[in-house]
């Protein structure tokens, strides 16, 4: 058993509306920003899970993030398994 | 009128803070209101169930993402695929909507702040647990008191909920940006009914409103007319 | 004495001094903490004490006057009113959202350690202006952490003050007063009795939050200095509305079901503090065991457990034999309980590693209170007020008012007005079904009720007033009388709903107690208060200073803060509000003498200019006016009331058009002093024709002047020879001000 | 000039409490999720940036981030330049 660290992104679902990223998007020229575009405003999380090996610990976050960080009705939650086990 | 009080179950999350308002305005119409803590599991006593407003775990990562997983829910779905009134209002409705009882999401309002008003609403079906007997059309003023009321569906639901007649009660000058001005659903029995309003806030004459016992009248109306007419089974 | 440490902690070398002489030796490293927490400006008021002394604190219906966690008051029917106010202005200036979010957490201990159930919170704010950029991110993030907060937590925000002014540029007041209603029965005071008791510590794990904070934040001024700012970042607190929602129910679960023998929330100085303060109250010592604390993060030495102001804690006294019961119901809430201390009767605090283990500190509980030193700093008014003899006197000359135009008068009128509900529109000012008059009116009006709080049944509904008032214009001119027209605003505010004003409590926003000048200010603001609280029989039941309010090495205007709180005997729909009816006549009750000194008009619109002394308060008039004018509130012999604070009549007459969408013809106002001017005991009220000569009868037999000023109606602002403005234009103003200033990037 | 893609990680600076992440962590064993902890719960920013290499878009949102999506008192951002200018 090996311990990964995994980060899960949720980010709306395209089409969803997103008015957090279209008001910082907005704010940006002011701030002397140009050039920037698209931005979406999503949610991060770290969490620690304890796994055989870097596939099984993919899948719990995976099924984690199904069932509870994200809601699919309107978000997507994408999963990268960072720390290998320690040797 | 029923000859025995309703009885409505009023379901506590932690967090939960609408509770004791909701069981009060219900009494004063004449039910019995008993608060259920959210461990429990069954509601089977229980003539409606609410669930009322507040923060169930905080709100912490969306509203009602922790609450869907408390034991009473099972007994909520249960409940509510036997036919029992259940209806959630504000974070309920969160609760509802996360737990697939009613279709769609609630998203963060358009404007990005908490909103707390008053608003007007019109019914626009009568074919829910809430609304059932109440005329169409009938304007009502319902305070709103929430960040994620922002009611969001795909094009098939909102369809889906538009040809049923699942869309009850609609905002006059919407507040939050819900898709067609939505502020109330309900599933396909009419029995699970959530709403963004908070009709126990307009339960009152020191508090501006009366309107929201419109909506709680009819609720306990319904309850009781599912009652044995020698009283409880 | 080791070296210079005590010093780096804030501590003077006369304190380390005493504190050998308390000891009869060296303090260690942890015990020097200890001391320099609780003896700090922040907790042991050292040099305000001497000054609070006097302010009138006794009352018929005080039942807990100042020094406890809240002043409580008999509301009648067996139920009493918890209040209390509380700044968290440094915290705030850093981290906006979360400073104002933890201020509101911890006033909220305050209130349900007395037993209370909390139903309302006031935020009396004040930001530099919202022109700028950096001002604009602190106040939208004090607005939005009192809204994340209070309204997740349960608890409505129902009224409030949004002030903008120059001084507050770096540094930011963010006030919070919470009220709360209790059976009397169930009253419960922070002292620890009975040896052998436990001391159970309720809530969140303890962190390394605010170590020092009391010391460094709360006491430290702000500087431009970017190393001095990053060394404070680590003290952040983090609120947890959900963890205090839990702890609300669990502690008054405990408290109904008799289960505890003494209760104090965790604020300032966290543990030492509540340890001490609840064993020298109740002439007892107390054992801590610093390993039995659950901490959030390994590591914690002893000074940091001790000190740590960790949000979202409590500290019960139980019996041992009710320690099952409380645990039982602190799992049912999902609270977090252990015991982490044992009452002893030696009078000292003592912490140890393990119960058996080592003893870490060893000092006796009451001095951290009661020797806390006393300072008697110097005072000495501003040179601007010193004539020839050295004397203090008014100082400056009214400034009579330039001569301006009709579209001027109009232009300087939309400028002054704002309407707050850009902040309160986001929070929940309703819960508990209790709000009967929201915000945006002269007062909050509440029913006198709350979740297993409620009168005998069959008894008239009953109600309470709370309003909060301030005003550092009227207290830059003169700290003394501007600090009575504040009381006498107050009070009248509540007035306005039909209450009897019975209590006060103070929130005192001052500058750097070292500046002679500062000190004076606060000396004369209490005398003010003093006066016109006892004047107007209002007893204040307590209070809180904030000093070290300054930015780059400038003080503060000197802003004290009033909360008061009113009661109604019977409440009945209709409260009027600021608000005018069609065809009805508007009216001034009260006299007609005012002021530019100090006034918005002269702060804030371009031209004007500053100067001259404020009027005068006529306190038995003000008694008189208070008691005529909620009897006619009462009797709904008014359609509409509005006090006239700042703005003078023409703010006030302008906002009752705007929130009734009602215009008026108004005459007799002859200038720009008449209409912009402010003077205490003045009211507007809107009558129904039929009820002016009784109502002038009535203002008559009370000796209260009344002037018949116009009438209301139509769709335009018209003060006859001065002013003519369309309603439309008015209310897009009043409604677009702050949504306009803050939609800035 | 090429359009780069960013994503930008904010989470709360250790030592500071993530309450949002500590309540998901106790929710977790309820739903059958064990061996799983230290949850933190952030933000995630996706956003378009043009500029002449990865380099000086990295410097871009590395300024964005710190002025306008993470208040450097309580939180970091990490940033991850993700997608080469197309050719
Ligand atoms: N920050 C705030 N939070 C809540 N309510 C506020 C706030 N600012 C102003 N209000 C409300 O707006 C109304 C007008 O405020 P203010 O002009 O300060 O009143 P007054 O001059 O009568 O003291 C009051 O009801 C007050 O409670
Ligand atoms: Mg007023």
Known sequence: MGNFEALVEVQLRPGISDPQGATIERALPALGFTGVSGVRAGKAFRLQVEAPDDQAARRIVEELSERLLANPVIEAASVSIISPPPA | MALVAVRVGVVVFPGTNCEHDVAEALVELGAEAQLVWHGSASLDALDAVVLPGGFAHGDYLRPGAIARFSPVMAGVREYAAGGGPVVGICNGFQVLTEAHLLPGALQKNKGLTFLCRMTELEVTSDRSALTAGVELGRRLLVPVNHFEGNYTAGPATLRRLEDEGRVVLRYVDNPNGSVHDIAGICNEGGNVVGLMPHPERASHELLGSTDGLVLLRALLAWAGARLEPAGRG | ?745
Chains 1, 4 share one sequence.
């Open chain 3, 1 to 745: 004495m080791n070296g210079s440490l005590h010093r780096e902690l804030g501590l003077t070398d006369e304190e380390a001094v005493s504190i050998e002489r308390i000891l009869g030796r060296g303090p260690n490293h942890l015990e020097l903490a200890m001391y320099a927490v609780m003896w700090s400006e922040h907790c042991s008021y050292k040099s305000s004490r001497v000054h609070l002394r006097r302010l009138p604190t006794e009352g018929p219906g005080v039942l807990v006057g100042p020094g406890e966690n809240a002043g409580v008051i008999d509301a009648g029917d067996g139920i009493a009113v918890a209040i209390r106010i509380e700044s968290h202005n440094h915290p705030s200036a850093i981290e906006p959202y979360q400073g104002a979010a933890t201020g509101v957490g911890g006033i909220i201990r305050d209130i349900f350690t007395m037993g209370a159930r909390p139903i309302a919170l006031m935020d009396p704010l004040r930001f530099g202006p919202p022109t700028d950029a950096r001002n604009r991110w602190v106040a939208s993030g004090v607005v939005s952490g009192i809204s994340g907060y209070g309204n997740a937590v349960g608890v409505p925000t129902v009224g409030g003050e949004l002030e903008f002014g120059s001084c507050y540029a770096g540094n930011p007041l963010v006030n919070v007063l919470c009220c709360g209603l209790l059976p009397k029965d169930r009253l419960v005071l922070g002292r620890a009795g009975g040896v052998g008791n436990l001391a159970v510590l309720l809530g969140s794990t303890t962190g390394r939050d605010g170590i020092g904070g009391v010391s460094v934040l709360a006491s430290a001024a702000f500087t431009d200095d970017p190393d001095a700012e990053a060394s404070k970042r680590p003290n952040v607190q983090v609120g947890d509305p959900f963890e205090e929602k839990r702890l609300i129910e669990a502690t008054l679960e405990l408290l109904d079901k008799h289960l505890v023998v003494g209760i104090q929330d965790l604020g300032g100085a966290g543990l030492t503090c509540a340890t001490s303060e609840t064993a020298s109250r109740g002439g007892v010592g107390m054992d801590v065991d610093v390993e039995a604390v659950p901490l959030r993060e390994p590591g914690l030495a002893p000074y940091e457990v001790m000190t740590s102001e960790s949000q979202e804690r409590m500290l019960a006294i139980i019996t041992p034999e009710a320690l099952s019961s409380v645990l039982d119901v602190c799992q049912r809430w999902e609270v977090r309980a252990s015991v982490v201390g044992k009452v002893t009767a030696t009078g000292r605090l003592r912490v140890l590693k393990g119960w058996d283990g080592e003893v870490l500190a060893d000092v006796p509980a009451a001095s951290l209170h009661e020797d806390a030193p006393v300072c008697y700093r110097p005072m000495r008014p501003p040179a601007r007020l010193l004539d020839g003899d050295g004397m203090a006197t008014n100082g400056g000359v009214p400034t009579p008012p330039p001569p301006t135009s009709e579209a001027d008068v109009a232009h300087d009128l939309l400028s002054l007005l704002a309407d707050p509900s850009w902040a309160f529109g986001q929070y929940d000012h309703q819960l508990f079904r209790n709000t009967v008059v929201a915000p945006g009116a002269d007062a909050a009006l509440l029913r006198l009720s709350a979740p297993g709080v409620r009168a005998p049944s069959g008894s008239p509904a009953r109600g309470i007033a709370l309003s909060t008032d301030g005003n550092p214009r009227w207290c830059a001119v003169d700290p003394r009388a501007g600090t009575r027209l504040i009381v006498a605003e107050s009070a009248l505010n509540v007035a306005c709903t039909g209450a009897t004003p019975v209590a006060l409590v103070n929130c005192l926003n001052f500058g750097n107690p070292e500046h002679a000048e500062v000190m004076w200010q606060f000396s004369e603001a209490i005398d003010g208060m003093a006066e016109a609280c006892t004047g107007l029989g209002i007893p204040v039941v307590g209070g809180n200073v904030s000093f070290y309010n300054e930015s780059r090495g400038t003080d503060i205007d000197p802003t004290p803060v009033v909360g008061t709180l009113g009661l109604v005997d019977r409440l009945r729909p209709g409260t009027p509000t600021p608000a005018l009816t069609d065809r009805s006549t508007v009216l001034l009750l009260g006299p007609s003498s005012v002021s530019l000194a100090g006034s918005r008009w002269v702060a804030e619109c371009p031209g004007s200019q500053a100067g001259g002394a404020l009027a005068e308060l006529d306190l038995e008039l003000h008694s008189r006016l208070l008691e005529l004018l909620a009897a006619l509130v009462n009797e709904r012999l008014v359609d509409g009331v509005h006090d006239v604070s700042d703005g003078g009549l023409g703010v006030a007459l302008a906002e009752m058009a705007v929130k009734s969408g009602t215009g008026f013809r108004v005459s007799g106002i002859t200038g720009l002093a008449e209409l912009f001017g402010e003077g205490p005991s003045r009211v507007l009220i809107s009558v129904p024709p039929a009820n002016v000569q009784l109502i002038t009868d009535r203002a008559g037999a009370a000796g209260v002047p009344t002037a018949a000023l116009g009438t209301a109606g139509g769709d335009r602002l018209i003060v006859e020879g001065l002013l003519d403005l369309s309603l439309a234009e008015a209310e897009a103003a009043w409604k677009g001000a702050l949504p306009t200033v803050f939609s800035a990037p």
